[in-house]
């Protein structure tokens, strides 16, 4: 199993532009997971979703925005980007909530200027 | 769970000594305990858990934590670290209000000198 699989690994946006994160997992499982992490600021959670075609805002989900047509996949987008989406992307997947943990993929680190 | 707070956000500690990483949670219901630890430029992965049964919980690689109800705590413990184990940590807490609510703590870098 691969786990949970992130693309691409660097990322330089100019001010304004747009791009898609990836994220995939081969686990089957059914919650997936965006999460932002800022030096010192710990996890913040952008978006979540709960299985195919159910997605949910998390924390700080201004800027961003998800799709999940199918239980593999779970892409952010992010639409004219601001230099306060700088930051590393961790997209992580779980079978369940409660007392199941998080996988977590190898993340994203994306600088904006 | 309202919060998770990990005190220290940086822990130096020489090779080989012990070390102790604070985490302190609110909540008014049942709880699920986690570590997670990060290594540079990687994922988190977790390291850990409480569900229930013995307060006392331990990793494969010498970490232990211990629930503590009455404090609302979950430290993580090491009595002799590694180069190795130089990472960040993150305590997470899992509980039930209506829906599970899964929150990390803001994490503890461990810096092991040799």
């Known amino acids: 199993n691969a786990g949970v699989t992130q693309t691409p690994k660097f990322r330089i946006l100019k001010i304004g532009q747009s791009m898609t994160l990836q994220c995939a997992q081969d686990?089957?499982?059914?919650?997936m997971y965006w999460y932002r992490q800022d030096p010192g600021m710990g996890l913040k959670l952008i978006y979540y979703?709960?299985?195919?075609?159910?997605?949910d805002k998390g924390e700080v989900p201004n800027g961003y925005n998800v799709s999940r047509s199918t239980t593999e996949d779970f892409p952010l987008r992010l639409e004219l980007a601001a230099p306060s989406q700088t930051s590393v992307y961790f997209c992580?997947?779980?079978?369940?909530?409660?007392?199941?943990?998080?996988?977590f993929g190898p993340g994203t680190r994306l600088t904006v200027t | 769970a309202q919060s998770v707070t990990q005190l220290d956000s940086q822990v130096p500690v020489f090779e080989e000594a012990p070390v102790e990483l604070r985490c302190n949670y609110s909540?008014?219901?049942?709880?699920?305990l986690f570590w997670y630890v990060q290594y540079p430029n990687q994922g988190l992965q977790l390291l850990l858990k409480?569900?229930?049964?013995?307060?006392l919980v331990e990793s494969i690689n010498g970490f232990e934590a211990e629930f503590n109800k009455s404090q609302t705590s979950f430290h993580l413990r090491k009595p002799s670290v590694h180069i190795s184990d130089t990472a960040e940590y993150f305590c997470?807490?899992?509980?039930?209000?209506?829906?599970?609510?899964?929150?990390f703590g803001t994490g503890t870098r461990l810096k092991v000198l040799a």
């Open positions: 997470a807490v899992s509980d039930y209000s209506g829906t599970y609510k899964y929150i």
């Open positions: 992580a997947s779980s079978y369940s909530t409660g007392i199941y943990e998080q996988y």
């Open positions: 409480y569900l229930s049964g013995s307060t």
């Open positions: 909540s008014s219901v049942s709880v699920y």
């Open positions: 979703s709960v299985g195919a075609g159910i997605t």
């Open positions: 686990m089957n499982h059914n919650y």
